[in-house]
């Protein structure tokens, strides 16, 4: 993406970028808000969030996939 010219939020993609898009959960249609207190900045339980539906960029096959190879891989 960086030989194209493709910018993320006006920044050229890094290994940790591309980590980001790899885990996150939006890319394959589900989008969570909710997810940290706005004061403590803490994470909250899931079972707070607030699922919404966004168009998918990838399908959810795949997103799994890479999951588990993601998973497989971590220390």
């Not at 607030?50 to 588990?68: K, W």
């Amino acid at each position: 993406m960086n030989s194209r010219g493709i910018l993320r939020r006006g920044r050229r993609f890094g290994t940790g970028s591309i980590h980001d898009l790899l885990k996150t959960s939006t890319y394959c249609g589900r989008h969570y808000f909710n997810q940290t207190d706005s004061r403590s900045k803490k994470k909250r339980p899931p079972s707070q969030w607030i699922a919404h539906a966004v168009p998918a960029i990838v399908d959810e096959e795949t997103f799994t996939r890479v999951q588990a190879l993601l998973h497989a891989r971590s220390p």
